[in-house]
């Protein structure tokens, strides 16, 4: 293990997920969600529908997702499908991609509000990582990523980017597929193998062991330690300061 980082030793770069693990925007984008489809359902089922679940179905059909996965597949667990529309849809239209863009709008208007914070034991570990001369990338599927982090000035502490953005322009396929962290790895210039994945959704677990990666970190900011494990990860902690200064 490399000492100080908790990592094995053949480890160069370090691929790190960006809402619930550098920021605190998971749980904004768990209420985003919730707002979006508690509307839909209410309007399409009446005042006896069964409400999303910020946690269980957050965790399960949305986290880590593109925008319009997420949609399709929650919707897809209750029995429901729209039809695709496209992603200029307006936020009103009854299409997989208007639902997405409500959310992102409600998500805009909370981020606006009630600004971003950073994850202060991430931002140590991150200037930890690069004091020691490994590589890192941000990896997200969210299509606000650069913003988010110029928010909280942490765009500095990524030497490469894949976010929706980029996933889109390179028709890459969002988490739980590995491609995006895969193509992360392959800008840096390192073999998945030697790079180290750190996520907070079940969907990054599995893009996590889907791609073969060197080691995979699971963030648990919501007490879901055991399912971590149970999609593949090789450690989970609580903050990533606990990796820290561990002599192994
Ligand atoms: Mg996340």
Redesign the pocket.
Known sequence: MTTELGLPETIQACLF?????VTRT?VVHAAAWKEMFDAFLREREGPGFRPFDPVADYDEYV??RPRADGVRTFLESRGIRLPEGGPGDPPDAETVHGLGNRKNDLLLEKIRTDGVEAYDGTLRYLRAVRARGLRTAIVSSSANCRDVLRAIDAEPLFDVRVDGVVAAERGLPGKPRPDTFLAAARDLGVPAGRAAVY???LA?MDAGRAGGFGYVVGVDRVGQTDALYAHGADRVVKDLDELMGEEK
Not at 17 to 21: H, M, R, T, Y
């Open positions: 997920d960006l809402d619930g693990v998971a986290d880590g996520e907070d959704a990054g």
